[in-house]
T-cell receptor, first 114, second 113 residues
Framework: NAGVTQTPKFRILKIGQSMTLQCTQDMNHNYMYWYRQDPGMGLKLIYYSVGAGITDKGEVPNGYNVSRSTTEDFPLRLELAAPSQTSVYFC?????????????FGNGTRLTVT | GQQLNQSPQSMFIQEGEDVSMNCTSSSIFNTWLWYKQEPGEGPVLLIALYKAGELTSNGRLTAQFGITRKDSFLNISASIPSDVGIYFCAGHAGSSNTGKLIFGQGTTLQVKP
């Protein structure tokens, strides 16, 4: 099983450029999440989705947008990249939102904005 | 917002030693989870705790859900080099069924052979 797949693995952007981080899962999970990880800060929730067509903001949504047109895909869009968005981005999914349903994480996208 | 305070921030130990790390919160959590992240990969679930006072083991790992529901600890016994990584505590707060997790800052573990 592929699980949660993120592309690209690495990317360098110039300030003001835009890009889309791709995330797809093959487990038919309804719930999907985007987190960012900064050194010594743990993981912070950017956006999440409880099903196709439904998205909601997390703790740090500013500067990002998401869409969920299918169950499998949950892309994260950066419209005007800023140095503060240099981070490692993780996509995760789970079958249900209850506390007995652990998150499955992708291997991350390391983004540098210069 | 809610926060989890995890300590220590980093540990450098000798192979064979036992390790202990903990996580505290100012608010009550309904679930405590412990994840491990290896270099270049995403976090992987190690142990999940669902009831106050619960003590759960997974091989050489043991974790407990604090009785006050505001803390949890993770112990690793007889550490080995492959234990190297970043360990995160995480929890579900409140009655939300969105599956959102709050994460601690992480404990970076290095093991010297």
């Amino acid at each position: 099983n592929a699980g949660v797949t993120q592309t690209p693995k690495f990317r360098i952007l110039k300030i003001g450029q835009s890009m889309t981080l791709q995330c797809t899962q093959d487990m038919n999970h309804n719930y999907m999440y985007w987190y960012r990880q900064d050194p010594g800060m743990g993981l912070k929730l950017i956006y999440y989705s409880v099903g196709a067509g439904i998205t909601d903001k997390g703790e740090v949504p500013n500067g990002y947008n998401v869409s969920r047109s299918t169950t499998e895909d949950f892309p994260l869009r950066l419209e005007l990249a800023a140095p503060s968005q240099t981070s490692v981005y993780f996509c995760a999914s789970t079958s249900q939102g209850g506390r007995n349903s652990p998150l499955h994480f992708g291997n991350g996208t390391r983004l540098t904005v210069t | 917002g809610q926060q989890l305070n995890q300590s220590p921030q980093s540990m450098f130990i000798q192979e064979g030693e036992d390790v202990s790390m903990n996580c505290t919160s100012s608010s009550i959590f309904n679930t405590w989870l412990w994840y491990k992240q290896e270099p270049g990969e995403g976090p992987v679930l190690l142990i999940a705790l669902y009831k106050a006072g619960e003590l759960t083991s997974n091989g050489r790992l043991t974790a407990q859900f604090g009785i006050t529901r505001k803390d949890s600890f993770l112990n690793i016994s007889a550490s080995i080099p492959s234990d190297v990584g970043i360990y995160f505590c995480a929890g579900h707060a409140g009655s939300s069924n969105t599956g959102k997790l709050i994460f601690g800052q992480g404990t970076t573990l290095q093991v010297k052979p």
